[in-house]
Structure formats: structure tokens, C-alpha cells
């Protein structure tokens, strides 16, 4: 027999650092989620992953208060702020340009989101990563 969904949640955790305090404690365990063993399962799935990378993670979880989880690569925004070595994206984006990237760590970036974005093939993710950086008032070259 199937178990019985209780609903899901989703959250943005640091890869391999997840802990029991907040935000990530109170947001499991008002939902009566086991903290410790989200924490060890999280940290242990995300040891491969650059260590502080932030990891959207969609937590579903049953009324016999187990869980699973789908943890999806970090946004196209964190990888684009690495590539252009910037702290945030321009204040007014489509006014002033902030960095830049090339058209080789696109291709990049979307060849590593391939699997989280509505693409088909290499092309067309690279045109969704190329929009977010123009939204970021990121200069592609």
C-alpha cells in the first residue's frame, strides 16, 4: 500500500551543511520531519557538490513522518555570480552592465543545469542561461 502524502515543502540549504538550526530545524520540525536524519541524508547526497553551493531541495513528506527529497543543482544566478567573480547582480539591469561572461562558461552553466531546465538540447538552455544573465546585467562576449 502506498503511503499517504502529508504535503511538501521546499527549501534552499548550503550543499553538505545542513544543520538543526534555523532555518532548516523549525521548517522540519513543524512539519514533524526527523531533523537529524534530513540533515545526515542532505549532507551525505550533497558531499560531491562544491561545499556551501546553494542547493534547492524539494522535501516530501508522508503522514508515517518519513520524507524524500529532490535536491536540484544551484541556480543559474550563483554559477553565473562565480563566472563573472561578482557579489550580486546590477541594481538596474538593463541600464548598467556589472561583468561579463563568455559564450565557453555559458555553455558550461547549462551543460550543469541541463537536468533542472525546460530545455531539450544544449542551444536552448544556453538562450534560458543567457537570459538570466542579461536580467543580472551580466555581458555575455
Do not use: H, W
Not at 502506498?2 to 522540519?28: H, Y
Amino acid at each position: 500500500m502506498a503511503k499517504k502524502l502529508a504535503g511538501t515543502m521546499k527549501l534552499q540549504v548550503p550543499a553538505g551543511q545542513a544543520n538543526p538550526s534555523p532555518p532548516v530545524g523549525p521548517a522540519l520540525g513543524q512539519r514533524g520531519i526527523n531533523i537529524m536524519e534530513f540533515c545526515k541524508a542532505f549532507n551525505a547526497k550533497t558531499a560531491e557538490m562544491e561545499p556551501g553551493a546553494p542547493c534547492p531541495t524539494v522535501i516530501t513528506y508522508y503522514q508515517d513522518k518519513s520524507f524524500t527529497m529532490d535536491i536540484k543543482t544551484p541556480p543559474a544566478s550563483y554559477y553565473l555570480k562565480k563566472a563573472a567573480k561578482l557579489k550580486s547582480g546590477a541594481k538596474t539591469p538593463s541600464r548598467e552592465t556589472v561583468g561579463s561572461v563568455t559564450v565557453k562558461q555559458v555553455r558550461e552553466i547549462a551543460e550543469a543545469k541541463m537536468k533542472d531546465l525546460n530545455a531539450t538540447d544544449i542551444e536552448a538552455a544556453m538562450k534560458i542561461i543567457v537570459g538570466s544573465a542579461n536580467s543580472m546585467g551580466i555581458e555575455v562576449k
